[in-house]
């Protein structure tokens, strides 16, 4: 937001310099950008964060400045009554009598996305040059200058942020005003000369024939002010933000208008901001002001009291302010007192502050007007250690054993293309939900997984030559959810209700160390939270994935996950060089199932034996059956299990056969494990494989 020094005088009575005044505006929450010296003036950029859209406008700039300095804000009473006598048509021995009513109308098809509508008409007026005062200060914020009719529109939009649009009158077919929502392939052409193509989310003003303006954002070429225009239309309104800011990404169209109109403006300056332009108007370019208003919306409702507690000052800023302090910055920021004692402060706050709605906002209010610098750096604040959810302590968990096994944190958008939706989608079939509004190009369906997006971090990585590409991501995925019970809220598009997905927080990684160690990473995983339900690898197939080097994990009977080698095909799919592997299991689970309380358990004084087993078995067995059976089998004396390699000789072995070599470590808790108690152990793992699995040893 670029203010005029000069512009800002005329509304409050500065005796500061522009630097005092930026630093003081910057200790109060408005980040001073820059400022430049343009002739007499100085152009004062400012950062205007976005929950307050009040002081988009110079007005709003003056009103902070006005409590920081303890000044009185005056601007005008935009009079219509005086303006009219001032006009210079008002000496003009005809003078129009007119209803407005009677002579316009008002139809407003959308409510939800236009609440409030209201128009003015002016005929008579010459359409010139503006005079130099409104010329200079619209350039020095930056505005380019048109004519006198329009630039009085930006010159209001500047002064108070209420946008407003001026129609070439003559122009509006039947001399009327339809605000509707736009037709499914509609064409309009804006001001900028460009045509867009529209679809019924985006709210267009028309007139008895066709388009004329898109609602909030800009108006159209066909209806603009110029030479030949005698007859104006000022329109000033409210439009619901959210429309307005799908509307500006989905086209691509931004303008002064959307940025205010997708904020929010003061529903209570839409009428001042329209007779403010009309005054400018009657003032600058003559014409007559026909009799009346149309104004049509819904009552807008009383916002409630807010309670503000003084010791809940000392509480949180840590220091006392005195009471009358804390009256003056509330009523000098617009809040109307209801009541007020010795304890707290009972307010309704003014229509421009939408972010005001809580106590804690209103005691942010008082310390930043009352002066950060004020609160010593030694002052005492109460605090409470927060304390982190078993969820917060899960995740934590999961990344760091990830972070120690080699693995970078990845982070990507929540939303994918089509074609990567499609690409994997292991835990549903259904439709993912479409944003009606893409907000990256191309990318509109809420992700159902998060393999595609790492595979492509992977294939970036892949062409800038990175040697080591191990990464995951913990997120939440969207899984529809198609049961008649599934939350459901108001949809936009017709105004039923669609279903709510299932936000399920999950982790993914994709590795180039092949299958195996992905799945070491899920056992480490399972070890680090204590989680002693046995991990099973059931067959599973997808086109993403090789055929025999694929799996979904389970866990003590439920679905965990799936683990898998990219195919060849996956691999053309999303442009990677060489070979992947991706993991991909859900963190709720682990949450259900994770054992946080970490016990102490002493290590075995006693050494360990180690027996290595070369077992020829069918070419069927998977070595996540085998191990289970070997855990079984070997019991407590089991210390750890290695598997050390696979090897297939037909010749030898016989066909559909292989061999899988293992390491078995083995220590009693209590003594020194005996050679043959240790053979023992061996042996009857070799029997329990023999009779589940037909395995034999080798030698």
Known sequence: MIVSWNWLNDLIPLKVTPAELVQRLMMAGLNHEGSE??????????????????????????????????????????????????????????????????YTSIEVACPDLCPRYSARVIRGVKISSSPSQMAVRLATVGQPVVNNVVDCTNYVLMECGQPLHAFDFQKLAGRKIVVR????????????????????????????????AIGGVMGGADTEVSRQTTDVLIEAAQFAPLSIRATARKLKLHSPSSYRFERGTDPEMVDWASRRCCELILKHAGGELIEGVIDMGTPRPKRPPITLRLDQLKRIIGID?????????LTALGCLEESASGRDFVVVPPSWRRDLSREIDLIEEVARVHGYDKIPEDASVPMVASHKSDAERVLAKVRQVMNAGGFDEALTASVVPERWSAAFSPW??????????????????????????????????????NPSIELFETARIYVPDRSP??????????GGTIALPREQPTLAAVSGRGFLA???????????????????????????????????????????????????????????????????????????????NTTYAPQSPYPTIGRDLNLIVPES????????????AAGPALERLEYLDTYRDPQKDGPDTKRLTLSLTLRAADRTLTGPEADAVTSAVVAACQANHAARLLG
């Not at 302010?321 to 009256?327: F, I, K, L, S, T």
């Not at 509004?437 to 393999?451: K, N, W």
């Not at 195919?567 to 060489?578: E, I, M, N, V």
């Open 37 to 102: 010296q343009l002739g007499s003036d100085w152009a004062i950029d400012l950062e205007v964060t976005s929950n307050r859209p009040d002081c988009l406008g110079h007005i709003g700039i003056a009103r902070e400045a006005a409590v920081l300095f303890n000044l009185q804000l005056k601007y005008s009473a935009a009079d219509l009554t005086r303006a009219r006598k001032n006009s210079p048509a008002a000496s003009e021995p005809h003078r129009i009598a007119d209803d407005l009513r009677n």
């Open 181 to 212: 929502r736009a037709k499914a392939g509609e064409q309009f052409q804006a001001i900028d000369h460009k045509t867009y193509t529209l679809d019924p989310e985006i709210c267009m003003i028309a007139d008895g024939q066709r388009a004329v």
């Open 321 to 329: 302010v005195p009471p009358e302090a804390v009256r003056r910055i």
């Open 428 to 465: 549903t079939d259904a439709e993912p939900l479409v944003a009606n509004t893409p907000l990256l190009e191309g990318a509109d369906r809420l992700r159902r997984s998060l393999v595609p997006s790492l595979l492509d971090v992977r294939r970036i990585n892949e062409s800038l030559s």
């Open 485 to 494: 019970h599934a939350p459901r809220e108001a949809g936009v598009s017709q």
């Open 518 to 596: 992905a799945k070491g990473v899920v056992e480490a995983l399972l070890a680090a939270l204590h989680i002693d339900q046995p991990l099973t690898v059931a067959d599973y197939c997808h086109e993403l994935l090789t055929s025999d080097r694929a799996g979904l994990l389970e866990l003590g009977g439920q679905r965990l996950g799936f683990l898998g080698d990219v195919s060849p095909a996956g691999q053309k799919a999303f442009g990677l060089r060489g070979a992947a592997t991706i993991l991909e299991i859900d963190l709720s689970l682990l949450q259900q199932l994770a054992h946080l």
């Open 621 to 632: 067995v998977r070595w996540a059956d085998l191990a289970v059976t070997v855990r079984s």
